[in-house]
């Protein structure tokens, strides 16, 4: 069984600044001041834009990433209507056949420790014994997965327009979601935040959230990257 933490990648042009001088330019038809439009972003424009609740002119660009977390957690994401998800399926992927061997790959949860711990890694362990005994009977991998823990590690790239991903951030970023949702949500609005302050510098968090914990978040040039658990 291999033991992983939770990753978000990102590819690096998905956060361009080009993307802002889109919005604006496709804001100002509202108001005919495209004569307005200059080399750098209207910062204050769009602000203003954003304080009045005039959002509808971001849905104009998006943002895809992916996620590498648990199933339990992907189960949550995928709860966000306006997107577009492509995740790995335990239907048709066979872990006899894991280019790492014959073995499950999970997520580990970090706020489990001792006995605690010790006793989610022997359910983890009979699970992955018990999915391998049924491919071995003949099941087949949508029949054996039933027997696949919540922990288990999926892939799944995530589309969202840049409005939506201002509503993922404001639910999943605050001290009422699931901790592990927080690992990686907290750690993605902060590269948002960077980013496209213009668009998320207003977005709260839970700032107790242990930073020792937060997510790795990758900026890379494609989602086909090793793991870096």
Not at 128 to 133: A, D, G, I
Not at 137 to 166: D, F, H, M
Not at 205 to 225: C, G, K, L, S
Request: overall charge neutral; hydrophobic content about 35%; glycine content about 4%.
């Amino acid at each position: 069984m291999i033991k992983i933490k939770p990753q978000v990648l990102v590819p690096g042009e998905e956060l361009r600044k080009g993307k802002m001088l889109f919005i604006e330019r496709c804001a100002r038809i509202c108001y005919k001041s495209e004569d307005s439009i200059k080399e750098e972003i209207n910062v204050d424009f769009l602000k203003n834009l954003l304080s009045r609740g005039h959002e509808s002119v971001i849905e104009h660009e998006k943002v895809s990433v992916m996620f590498i977390v648990d199933r339990g957690i992907s189960h949550e994401i995928v709860r966000h209507r306006i997107g577009s998800y492509s995740q790995e399926s335990t239907r048709y992927c066979n872990y006899a056949k894991d280019k790492f061997g014959r073995e499950i790959t999970v997520i580990e949860p970090y706020f489990l420790s001792g006995e605690a711990y010790a006793e989610w890694e022997k359910a983890c362990l009979q699970a992955e014994k018990s999915y391998f005994n049924l491919l071995s009977k003949g099941c087949s991998p949508q029949e054996a997965r039933s027997v696949l823990p919540t922990c288990l590690k999926t892939e799944i790239a995530v589309t969202y327009n840049l409005r939506e991903w201002r509503h993922f951030f404001r639910l999943r970023c605050d001290k009422a979601a699931h901790p592990q949702m927080r690992q990686v949500a907290i750690p993605l609005l902060l590269l948002f935040r960077e980013k496209i302050p213009v668009l998320f510098d207003d977005i709260e968090y839970d700032r107790q959230f242990p930073e020792e914990h937060y997510a790795q978040v990758v900026i890379t040039d494609y989602f086909f990257r090793p793991y870096q658990g």
